[in-house]
C-alpha cells in the first residue's frame, strides 16, 4: 500500500530539484503536494537550478525532462487531450494515494476524490503553465506568478519561494479535502435517494450538488440560524408564491426558510406536486 509515496521519498532522499528563474503556480503546487504527500519534509529541500546535472538520480520536477516534466516533445497528456504540466504528472502519481492515506477512506472513493480535484483545480493549473494565462487565464495562476521579484537575488527567491510554497500547501490540503468530502456526500446521497423519495430532511450535512442525477428535488434542514430551510437540487427553483406561505420568512436564491419544520415540509411537498403537475402536461 502507498508504493508510489514510498517510491517517490526514496527517490527524494537522493535530492529534490526544479528550475530556477520566475517560479508559476505549476512548480509552486508540485513543491507543495511533495510536502503533503510526506515525500519531502521541508520545502528548503528542493534545489532550484538552471539545469539538472549530469547523473543525477534523485527527484526533479518541471525540469529535466523526467517522468515530472512537461517541456518536452513527447510530454504526456491526459486522456481528454489536454497536456499535464509538472503538477498534474505528480497529482496523477500520488493523488489517490495521498487521499486514501491522508483521510482514511477505500480506495475507490480517493480514485474518484482525486480525479474530481485533477479535473476542478490541477487541470487548470496545467493548461495555464501551458499555454498561457491569456489564453487560459486562471486566478491563482495569475497571482502566483505576479508575487515574481526578478530584482531579487537567487538566495532571496529561493526564502520567497518556500515561503509562498508554504503558504500554498495549507490552501492545496483544504482544497483536496473538499473534493474527498463531495464524493463522499455523492455516496451518501445515492444512499439516501435509493427509495423513492423526493424530499429528504437530513440531520446531517450533505452537499446539496451531491444530488445531482437522483430523484431529490428538495432538502429540508435545520439552518444554524434556528429556522428550517428548503434548499433545491438544481435545476430546480422555488415557487414565487413561496413568499406567502404559512410560516416563510425569507426567500433567497437556491431556496427559503421557515419558521417550522413542518411549515417548511408543507411547502416543500407542494413544490414537489408543482413539478410532478408540469411534467405530466
Given at each position: 500500500m502507498y508504493e508510489k509515496i514510498k517510491s517517490l521519498r526514496k527517490l527524494a532522499k537522493n535530492g529534490v530539484l526544479t528550475h530556477n528563474g520566475?517560479?508559476?503556480a505549476d512548480d509552486v503546487f508540485a513543491a507543495a503536494?511533495?510536502?503533503?504527500?510526506?515525500?519531502?519534509?521541508?520545502i528548503s529541500e528542493i534545489g532550484r537550478v538552471g539545469r539538472v546535472p549530469q547523473g543525477f538520480n534523485g527527484l526533479a520536477f518541471d525540469i529535466g525532462g523526467g517522468a515530472f516534466d512537461h517541456h518536452q516533445d513527447d510530454a504526456r497528456v491526459r486522456p481528454n487531450g489536454d497536456k499535464y504540466a509538472a503538477f498534474g504528472l505528480l497529482w496523477n502519481e500520488v493523488g489517490a494515494e495521498y487521499i486514501?492515506?491522508?483521510?482514511?477512506?477505500?480506495?475507490?472513493?480517493?480514485?474518484d476524490a482525486a480525479k474530481k480535484f485533477d479535473i476542478d483545480f490541477v487541470s487548470k493549473i496545467d493548461l495555464t503553465d501551458n499555454f498561457g494565462a491569456e489564453q487560459y487565464p486562471n486566478t491563482i495562476s495569475i497571482l502566483i506568478s505576479s508575487m515574481n521579484n526578478m530584482k531579487y537575488t537567487d538566495a532571496e527567491n529561493k526564502k520567497l519561494f518556500t515561503k509562498i510554497v508554504n503558504d500554498m500547501a495549507k490552501y492545496l490540503s483544504a482544497t483536496i479535502e473538499k473534493s474527498c468530502d463531495f464524493i463522499k456526500d455523492k455516496n451518501r446521497a445515492k444512499e439516501l435517494a435509493s427509495s423513492d423519495f423526493v424530499i429528504l430532511a437530513l440531520d446531517d450535512y450533505v452537499d446539496r450538488n451531491a444530488f445531482r442525477g437522483t430523484r431529490v428535488k428538495y432538502i429540508v434542514k435545520k439552518s444554524h440560524r434556528g429556522t428550517?430551510?428548503?434548499?433545491?437540487?438544481e435545476p430546480y427553483e422555488i415557487p414565487s408564491y413561496c413568499k406567502k406561505m404559512p410560516g416563510c420568512v425569507q426567500v433567497y436564491n437556491i431556496g427559503a426558510a421557515f419558521d417550522s419544520f413542518y411549515d417548511a415540509l408543507v411547502a416543500a411537498k407542494r413544490f414537489v406536486m408543482d413539478i410532478k403537475q408540469s411534467q405530466t402536461k
Open positions: 520566475r517560479f508559476h503536494l511533495l510536502k503533503l504527500a510526506g515525500i519531502i519534509k521541508s486514501q492515506k491522508k483521510y482514511n477512506v477505500d480506495a475507490q472513493i480517493a480514485i428550517y430551510n428548503i434548499t433545491t437540487v
